[in-house]
């Protein structure tokens, strides 16, 4: 990993782009973090209270073990909710359970 040294703090972005994965995966591991789950380092506050990671935070963190080619895929609480009504939609298909209302015989 190639951090720039004339750079100090980078954004969100920046620290996407620097670990190879997407905005969300770096918000999921923010969360992760507070949540105890993630030794992800917290941001520092910029001007306008946006969210700046120290590069030397990201390093040290890098440098600890972590593998960020490998960072889990965490799905979405909205994915997770599709998932769940589709296994859902399935089951109550595969037992001929009908919720529409409908009365008439199969």
Not at 9 to 32: F, N, P
Not at 92 to 104: C, P, Y
């Amino acid at each position: 990993m190639d951090f720039s040294k004339e750079k100090k703090l980078l954004t969100i972005q920046e620290v996407a782009d620097e670990l190879q994965v997407s905005v969300s995966s770096i918000r999921r591991r923010i969360a992760e973090s507070r949540k105890g789950l993630s030794t992800f380092p917290s941001s520092v506050f910029g001007q306008n209270r946006k969210g700046l990671w120290r590069k030397e935070d990201l390093e040290l963190w890098v440098e600890g073990g972590q593998d960020v080619s490998n960072i889990p895929h965490i799905e979405s609480p909205a994915a997770v909710k599709r998932h769940l009504k589709t296994v859902h939609n399935d089951l109550l298909r595969e037992f001929g359970i009908d919720l529409t209302g409908n009365t008439e015989a199969n």
